[in-house]
């Protein structure tokens, strides 16, 4: 794998033909249409249907371009936007092309656009924004950046300003941080939106943050990552901690996490008040599931056959159980922790329904690199588990897409699917509203009707940004060869 790799093609007229189509607004899936693509943008969605061609004027003819597919038995989607991505860079734990690396990932599973959420990696990710926009050929989703706020508990409001007017000045779109002082953060949020940050400001609330859900909505942050601070916040006092619990210590942290809904759950009227707060400030709930998966069942992440073929050795290592080292916290895991946090799983999905239920905007992020979670492959996780929260997979679609994008100010592509936007699909082989699992890299094993013959099916195959026109099965061939290099 070079650090070009696969590269994409952009043609002057691109032509999807006899697709069936889910626009990304919410819309049950329609086709079979040819859709026309010129300049990185949809010019012309021809509803066609090829039994009753007599319908249409005798000098009709379909859409011709510079390059046709035939997507017959496919769906066209969106691009997804993946609104919570940590770019690896080069040399630390992917290897030496690290950064191509994850990004070939991401594109082969449909992934156009990335959130960035990362901290100090900022400047290599400017530089592959600016890279991306000046080579479009290269396959490098769309870089949206929001810069991480370091240390923001030891900045006065003052000082935080500051930071946000200097992350702005280097090309920030948004600002990241976990946790704050409440000044801190209302100062942040203030000058992030006097600076027309498109991205506004994300927050991760840890367990320790003195800030809670209400807290940031009214400070005026515009997305809330992950689960942390919603639960906190419907509580009367803390959360019944064991007298001996410390904070730095990462196994207890994410062992006493999964009780944070527990507990809450006894006050049900008071997590509505906390939803109904995040809808009225307009919060956006990014909720991150697949990423604490490994959590309610450490043996599923320890074996899935997506991180053993596509998964670098290095990575795959930091996944494994080792004091100090981040998010590796997997030893001593017991029973009675995945119960909890099964549990967990159930209340989290259940008040994400009632948050969608009641008008709130959730959109679609993995955290992947973390937990058993690779890049690409927990896109696709998280949207099966927004279906396993009981919401229909077209609104899912909607999420993955354009919520992300009417999120992120991103207007060009904020309707989808539509004529005279910018074209940035996922042609799938198959139909992810009948089955996320279609979309997967590895993609379905299945039989063919008249004869016992397994099959491989599925799978993304084109991922098309602004245009350009990437191979979605060749970028994931050139990562299971880097991998199997990098074993040797």
């Not at 290269?138 to 200097?166: K, T, W, Y």
């Not at 927050?203 to 859900?213: G, I, K, T, W």
């Not at 049900?268 to 009225?280: G, K």
């Not at 992300?404 to 207007?411: F, H, R, V, Y």
Request: with cysteine; charged share 25%.
């Amino acid at each position: 794998m070079s650090n070009n790799g696969i590269m994409g093609n952009q043609y002057p007229r691109l032509v999807i033909r006899n697709a069936t189509v889910v626009s990304g607004r919410g819309t049950p899936a329609e086709g079979p249409m040819d859709l026309v693509i010129e300049g990185g943008v949809i010019t012309d969605l021809v509803k066609v249907d090829p039994i009753s061609l007599h319908r249409y004027p005798a000098d009709w003819e379909r859409p011709g371009g510079d390059r046709v597919i035939d997507a017959t038995g496919m769906c066209v989607i969106p691009g997804l936007i993946e609104m919570h991505a940590h770019v690896p860079p080069n040399h630390e734990k992917c290897g030496p092309l690290g950064t191509d690396y994850a990004f070939k990932l991401w594109l082969a599973h449909g992934v156009t656009t990335l959130r960035t959420v990362g901290f100090g990696v900022e400047e290599m990710l400017y530089a592959q924004r600016e890279l991306g926009a000046q080579s479009p050929e290269l396959p490098i989703p769309r870089l949206f950046v929001m810069h991480g706020c370091l240390g923001a508990n030891d900045l006065s409001p003052d000082e935080a300003r500051e930071q946000v007017q200097r992350f702005r000045e280097l090309g920030a779109d948004g600002v990241k941080l976990i946790g704050a002082y409440a000044d801190v953060l209302e100062a942040i949020c203030d000058e992030a939106r006097k600076l027309d940050m498109d991205g506004g400001v994300a927050v991760h609330l840890a367990l320790n943050s003195e800030v809670d859900a209400v807290m940031a909505a009214e400070a005026g942050v515009r997305t809330l990552e992950h689960t942390y601070g919603i639960p906190e916040a419907a509580l009367s006092g803390v959360q019944s901690f064991p007298l001996d619990y410390n904070e730095s210590d990462e196994l207890a942290r994410f062992r006493e996490s999964a009780y944070n809904w527990i507990e809450a759950e006894d006050y049900p009227e008071r997590i509505l008040d906390v939803l109904d707060v995040m809808i009225e400030k307009g919060v956006v709930w990014n909720p991150t599931m697949a990423v604490y998966e490994s959590n309610r069942d450490l043996e599923r992440g320890r074996n899935l056959t997506s991180n053993a073929r596509f998964g670098a050795p290095a990575l795959r290592k930091s996944w494994e159980p080792s004091p100090g080292l981040h998010a590796s916290y997997h030893f001593n895991w017991r029973t009675a922790d995945e119960i909890a946090w099964k549990e967990k799983y159930r209340i989290w999905m259940e008040y994400l329904g009632v948050f969608f239920d009641r008008g709130g905007t959730i959109t679609v992020g993995s955290d992947a690199g973390f937990l058993y979670a690779l890049f690409g492959f927990s896109m696709i996780r998280e949207l099966e588990l927004l279906q396993e929260a009981g919401i229909h997979p077209v609104d899912i679609i909607k999420m993955a897409t354009t919520n992300a994008s009417k999120s992120l100010g991103l207007t060009h592509l904020s309707e989808g699917i539509r004529k005279g936007y910018a074209a940035d699909l996922a042609i799938v082989d198959g139909n992810p509203l009948d089955n996320f699992k279609v979309m997967y890299g590895t993609g379905m094993e299945g039989f063919m009707d008249d004869r016992v013959t397994k099959v491989q099916t599925g799978g993304v195959r084109w991922t098309i940004r602004d245009g350009v026109l990437f191979d979605a099965q060749a970028l994931l061939k050139d990562v299971e060869d880097y991998v199997d290099e990098l074993a040797e």
